[in-house]
């Protein structure tokens, strides 16, 4: 099986039932994107949405890459990385981070951040392999009132 991945460009019926599909395989919690969100998301300057599709164009999976400017430089950060439970174990979530690394590059970005839940441990092996190492760092989150 091959593996195309690119950047979205436009919202088809297809994404909207791709993400229908992968969203609860990423979260539990979070309601698959409606078409409108999805528009936002690929039309938004700080957002790539990644597709990765099989030879029979299926989509196997995405991740978001998402590029802002601070004033130390270009950020990176790779978010939502999902891949159907069908085509785990095939290199498409290889694929993707490959992409998203090469894209994070030749848009001038230093390095490339994420995070992953210790849970995921096929994901933490496969982030290890492609060179991330894990941050002495603490992750905060404010729900509170947002």
Same mark, same amino acid.
């Given at each position: ?15 909207? =039932? ?20 999805? =528009? ?44 159907? *439970?069908?085509?785990? *174990? ?57």
């Amino acid at each position: 099986m091959s593996v195309n991945v690119y950047i979205a460009t436009e919202v088809t019926d297809g994404l909207v =039932a791709a993400f229908e599909r992968l969203t609860p395989q990423l979260s539990s919690s979070s309601p698959p994107p409606s078409r409108e969100v999805l =528009a936002e998301i690929i039309d938004s300057p700080a957002t790539h949405l990644l597709v990765a599709e099989g030879d029979d164009g299926s989509v196997l999976g995405s991740l978001t890459l998402v590029l802002f400017r601070i004033p130390t430089g270009l950020r990176a950060w790779i978010e939502d990385v999902v891949v159907d *439970g069908e085509a785990r *174990g095939r290199g498409v979530g290889e694929k993707l981070n490959r992409f998203a690394i090469d894209l994070a590059a030749e848009h001038g970005a230093r390095s490339v951040d994420l995070t992953s839940r210790p849970s995921r441990e096929a994901a933490n092996r496969l982030y290890r392999r492609l060179g991330f190492e894990p941050r002495d760092t603490n992750v905060y989150r404010y729900s509170g009132g947002v």
